[in-house]
């Protein structure tokens, strides 16, 4: 029989979040059972809850960025047991059996993957996500947490954390590569704290100077204000790989001014408007403008022994949900850019009335 655990839920779009209990599945012979310690916010998270996506099924619980202990496992699980740190992704299922899934793109499974949350299990139950108590996943899409990495700033790295290092490792972040990372966020923190690890040289790229001193902590060797017309004229065929973390409306012909030749633009944003671009944006230096979507279940965990390798973990808030109008205006602060750098929930504050 499912069992029951606490979790944040907004039960429409634009109602407030109300903590509540809801309902996990027992445990299936491949399965593990999580107590969720921390749950990052992902602003993938807000666009969800307030339906700006379309398609949001309510009620829902968001939250891909998951970080806990084992508290059971199935009969047939054999890669963790009870009190193993273990995280958890985007994704809660695939099919194993596509192209895509036996090559480790878990994430473009040709039967569809089973998201963390708004999305239908296979079985036709509508998944529920990380702002809980506990969840029941499939051992497959349960990923190791090294000692080393705090619960706390290893949530994140589930989602901001692959997001980010899959790009730099696909297009050879790395020493002698100079690379920019356009947005100093959630998503951008761990793009220059990645690539500076990675060997590379690494520029932040942000409307004004005000986070010229936290970028520096965080890595880069510079940073350059895109308000700045000098100052982005003076950065013109500088470098080899940009990273774009925003989800702004921006000019693509900008920045593709920025790469050398055969350099890549990688967004990893989601704006809301197309982007434009001519032509001869691209094939003026041989330039690519491109994408990518988090990663596979096995390039996530080697992104967690890779931070626990070079001590990197998200820097974060921790919010305490036990009111929970803290969350929503936790949501309110991602969209305005005030938080440094990620928004954790400390899940064991999650109290129905």
């Known amino acids: 029989m499912p069992h029951t655990t606490e979790a944040l839920v907004v039960p429409s779009a634009g109602a407030p979040f109300r903590a509540e209990q809801i309902e996990r599945r027992d445990l299936r012979d491949d399965d593990v059972l999580i107590d969720i310690a921390?749950?990052?916010?992902?602003?993938?998270?807000?666009?969800?809850?307030?339906?700006?996506?379309?398609?949001?099924?309510?009620?829902?619980?968001?939250?891909?960025e998951i970080a806990g202990t084992v508290a059971a496992v199935g009969d047939s699980v054999t890669r963790y047991a009870v009190g193993d740190r273990v995280g958890v992704g985007c994704l809660v299922d695939s099919c194993t059996e596509c192209e895509q899934c036996k090559n480790g793109f878990e994430q473009f499974c040709e039967k569809g993957a089973v998201g963390t949350y708004n999305s239908r299990n296979y079985d036709g139950e509508w998944a529920a996500g990380g702002y809980s108590r506990q969840i029941v996943v499939t051992e497959r899409m349960v990923v190791r947490i090294p000692e080393g990495i705090d619960l706390d700033e290893a949530a994140p790295l589930m989602c901001a954390g692959i997001t980010t290092y899959s790009p730099l490792k696909r297009w050879g972040a790395g020493p002698g590569r100079k690379v920019a990372v356009v947005g100093v966020g959630g998503l951008g923190h761990m793009a220059v704290k990645l690539a500076h690890a990675m060997g590379a040289e690494v520029t932040t790229l942000s409307r004004?100077?005000?986070?010229?001193?936290?970028?520096?902590?965080?890595?880069?060797?510079?940073?350059?204000?895109?308000?700045?017309?000098?100052?982005?004229?003076?950065?013109?065929?500088?470098?080899?790989?940009?990273?774009?973390?925003?989800?702004?409306?921006?000019?693509?012909?900008?920045?593709?001014?920025?790469?050398?030749?055969?350099?890549?633009?990688?967004?990893?944003?989601?704006?809301d408007e197309p982007y434009s671009v001519r032509p001869f944006a691209v094939i003026g230096g041989n330039k690519v403008l491109t994408g990518s979507q988090i990663g596979g279940i096995a390039e996530t965990q080697e992104m967690l022994d890779f931070c626990a390798e070079h001590g990197i973990g998200a820097t974060v808030e921790t919010l305490d949900a036990s009111d929970t109008t803290t969350i929503d205006t936790a949501y309110d602060t991602v969209v305005a850019g005030g938080v440094r750098y990620r928004y954790v929930i400390d899940t064991s504050t999650i109290r129905p009335d």
């Open 38 to 64: 921390f749950a990052g916010i992902c602003h993938s998270d807000i666009h969800t809850v307030r339906d700006e996506w379309g398609a949001a099924h309510y009620p829902i619980v968001t939250g891909h």
């Open 208 to 271: 004004s100077m005000d986070k010229a001193d936290d970028a520096r902590a965080l890595g880069a060797s510079e940073h350059l204000a895109t308000g700045d017309a000098e100052a982005m004229k003076a950065a013109r065929g500088r470098f080899d790989l940009i990273i774009n973390t925003v989800s702004a409306n921006l000019d693509m012909e900008a920045y593709l001014r920025l790469l050398s030749p055969f350099g890549a633009l990688v967004n990893v944003g989601l704006p």
